[in-house]
């Protein structure tokens, strides 16, 4: 299964890097962009961050990431900066 299209990096792939990766240093965390530079690819949307988590989740890897377009979620739900305004 295909979880990066921009990379086009497969399920597979993805959790044998991480793999790989919590195995040389289990101590640190597998993030996502430890596992684009191991995989030497770049992240373009970031919309793959989520299933990837839930990946790592599953295999039982230490992993740690942001919510991806977390400032466009907070706006969405009335986080942002805008809540925070007076009313005119």
Known sequence: MIVCSCS???KARIVATAETLAAADPARPV?????????????????CF??????FAQAGISFTCPEP????????????????RKPV
Do not use: E, N
């Not at 995989?39 to 919309?47: I, N, Y």
């Not at 989520?50 to 990946?55: A, G």
């Open 31 to 47: 993030t996502p962009g430890r596992l684009f530079k191991a995989l030497g690819a770049k992240p373009q949307c970031g919309t």
């Open 69 to 84: 377009l977390a400032s466009q979620a907070d706006h969405d739900y009335g986080f942002g900066a805008s809540r925070l």
């Open 50 to 55: 989520t299933v990837m988590r839930s990946l």
């Open 8 to 10: 086009v990096l497969t």
